[in-house]
């Protein structure tokens, strides 16, 4: 009798451009990676959905950083909503993140609910960490429109004028957790990093692949069996030319441990310390990212 083994392709992000329209892309598909950030947790379904999304749009524009040191970092305040703040990050392929949320305000919230009941009148903050040389560049946009990677794409056309179409596709069933997504991007001068003088959105060699993004089914970024060349492969298999760039792995990824949480309190007044420790003499502190709990020895 043998065995036979269908290979799947999840936790995967793979970048590619499409020079001669001067355009970029990443697509991304979590599937254990993300049980396991989600399984840290015990949210309700329309939370879980919002982190599921937020976690595919810092991959993919984690994708976009350069060297292995650097770092992205989505934010979403809230402001009025069920929700009070969700954050994830992206570095060297390691993602991770949290909604902090008042369980009684989010107990009534349904399976989908709208980014105005989540965060209300919030916004949404993208920061770049480039380790090279130690800058930071951060944009906030208010949190508009049906969903987060709406929300982001505005960010992309506001604050760095580059027009961006992101698709997602989310999944939460017996079978477990999938989330997915692609980002296309055109960059005018092509070449990344150098200042824009105007931008012009009525590109046609921008419109069609933008419109071809548009016609990514969900299906297809669902599908755990279709690796990500032959998804991106299928949609522009039109193009001259299509450069797949080298992929990544990901993985649940947490900077936190006792020295680093030791350190953080070294930097207290010793009064301080003593008030937040137990009668053991032991301060508790939760990582609010994967809901550990450090007991530091004051
Ligand atoms: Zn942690």
Known sequence: MSTIQTQTFSDKLLGFTLPERDCRGRVVRLGPVLEEILGAHDY????THCLAEALVLTALMGGL??????????????????????????RAGQLRGYIQHDPLMTADVGTSASLQTLFG???LAITFEIARNGKRYQGIVPLEGDSLAGAVENYFAKSEQVPTRIRTAISSGPDGCMAAGLLVQHLPDGEEGRERLHVRH????????SVMAESLRHEELADTL?????LVWRLYHE????????????TKGCRC??????????????????DMANEDGLILVDCAFCSKQFAIQD
């Open 239 to 250: 193009e001259r030319e299509v450069r797949i760039l080298p992929g990544d792995n990901l």
């Open 44 to 47: 309700p379904p329309a939370l």
């Open 202 to 209: 009525d590109l046609p060699e921008w419109e069609h692949v």
């Open 65 to 90: 950083l350069k060297d292995h040191g650097d770092q992205l970092t989505l934010q979403a305040q809230s402001k009025g909503g069920v929700a009070n703040l969700l954050v994830c990050d992206y």
């Open 121 to 123: 009148e919030g916004h």
């Open 226 to 230: 279709l690796s990500l060349e032959e």
């Open 257 to 274: 441990t006792a020295a680093y949480y030791e350190s953080v309190l070294s930097r207290f007044p010793k009064e301080e310390r003593r």
